[in-house]
Structures are given as structure tokens and as C-alpha cells.
């Protein structure tokens, strides 16, 4: 699936799954493993956050505030 | 319905999150943005069911979740959807997401099932814990972290990653460097 990365024992979405099926209880991550796939998916998620508010929400919430108050809802 | 300026800054606040969160389920920008909208527009007509004191992020975070699971079914029903679909519009759209840097992870977090996908996000990036992500998915603690834990083996199999030599010696380094938490 992806020729850049060297790779373990299994390298194909085939020996994943069929692992996958034969192992009764998938082996524990390690440590490093897991902190190395919850920074990629923190890094992932901040290139969101970090875009901001955008105006349209911006204008949103002022357009239904600034309504809310005329109509003395 | 004028909203009270703290209560409109941390519906503010938590937007960019809530956009991350909704891009993570969804895998699409535009649509992550409308469901942000029609959550907006959900909370502020139930404004006074929201109690003062209590968590507004994780309020809002379910709103969206609810919604998103709803539009999800109805969809579901209309176009046989499925994460696999997901998963090719991901593959076919990856300018979406500006970097491509991130893409295989993104591609693989395509391929979970949704109620692991959604757990580890909310546990592993939008920062809630075992017990703020069970409020929000409506479940025990004990299946957020089952789900967490499933997600993260999935994951480390659709990536091929067995160390974390296999992310390659720089992202190594980062690693280490993030493993401080």
C-alpha cells in the first residue's frame, strides 16, 4: 500500500486482515506506537483548529443575536 | 433570544474545534461546515436547555454528533453509504485537507467504524475524557475506552506500523518528543 515506509512482518491490507480474523485478541500497542498515531492525529485536528473562526460563523451568531434582540425574542 | 456575551464567546470559542471534529467524521470541509452550522442554529433555539456551569464545549460537541448521526442514516438510506464510500470520497478529495503530509493517516481513520472513529477523536484530539466523550456518545466510560483501544489497534494495522521506527526516524524524533503528555 505504501512503498516509502519499511514495514514488519505483514505488508499487505491481506495479511492485516487475515491477522486480523485469526488473532483472538489484537496485540497490545506499544507505548511509542501510540503516542507516535495520537500525534499525527493531534497535528491532524490542530491544522483545523488553527484555521480559526471563519466569518461565516462569525456573521451567524451576530445576525441571529442582532435579530434576537429587535424581535425582543 | 439575545445572547448573553459569555455564552456567545464560548460558542465562539469552541467553533474551531467543533470544525476539526466535524471534518475528522465526515471527511469533507464543506459539509463538516454545514453540519457546524446546523448546530449553531440548534443550539441557540435551545439556549435555555443548556445549564450554566456545565461543560458548553461538550454540549455543543453533542449536538453535533447527534446531528451528524441522523444526516448520516438518512443518507444512508438515500445513497447506500457506507465508511467504505467515505473512505474512496476521502481518497479522491485530499486537496481538501490542505497538507497531504497526514493523508495515509487520514485515509486509514477513514476506514474505522464510526463509533470507533468518533471516540478517539474526541479522547485523542479534541481533548475530552473518558467520561466527557461517554456524555457525549450517549454510552459507559467502558465502551469509550474499549472503542479508543480498538481504533488505535486498527489504525497502527491499516498503516502497517508495528514500532515507531516504522514512522520513519524523523516523525521518531517527534514522537518522543510528543510522548510527553
Known sequence: MNERKPVGQENTMEAAASRKKSAAKPAKLGRDVQARLGQQLRAMYDEVVNQGVPDRFTDLLNRLNNNGSKDGQ | ?181
Open chain 2, 1 to 181: 433570544m439575545a445572547m448573553d456575551e459569555s455564552v456567545r464567546k464560548a460558542i465562539l470559542g469552541a467553533v474551531p474545534s467543533l470544525r476539526a471534529f466535524a471534518i475528522s467524521l465526515c471527511g469533507n470541509v464543506d459539509r463538516a461546515d454545514d453540519l457546524v452550522q446546523e448546530m449553531l442554529l440548534r443550539a441557540l433555539a435551545n439556549i435555555d436547555s443548556f445549564q450554566p456551569g456545565t461543560n458548553m464545549s461538550a454540549w455543543l460537541f453533542t449536538i453535533l454528533r447527534n446531528h451528524f448521526r441522523s444526516e448520516y442514516r438518512k443518507r444512508r438510506r438515500e445513497v447506500e453509504d457506507s465508511d467504505g464510500r467515505y473512505a474512496e470520497t476521502l481518497k479522491s478529495q485530499p486537496e481538501q485537507y490542505g497538507q497531504v503530509e497526514y493523508r495515509e493517516f487520514r485515509e486509514a481513520l477513514a476506514q474505522l467504524p464510526q463509533d470507533q472513529r468518533e471516540a478517539l477523536i474526541l479522547v485523542g484530539a479534541s481533548g475530552f475524557s473518558y467520561e466527557e466523550a461517554a456524555n457525549i456518545c450517549g454510552c459507559a466510560v467502558g465502551t469509550i475506552k474499549s472503542r479508543v483501544n480498538r481504533a488505535r489497534t486498527r489504525l497502527a494495522e491499516l498503516m502497517h506500523v508495528n514500532s515507531a521506527e516504522d514512522f520513519g526516524p524523523d516523525e521518531t524524533v517527534r514522537a518522543v518528543l510528543a510522548s510527553g503528555e
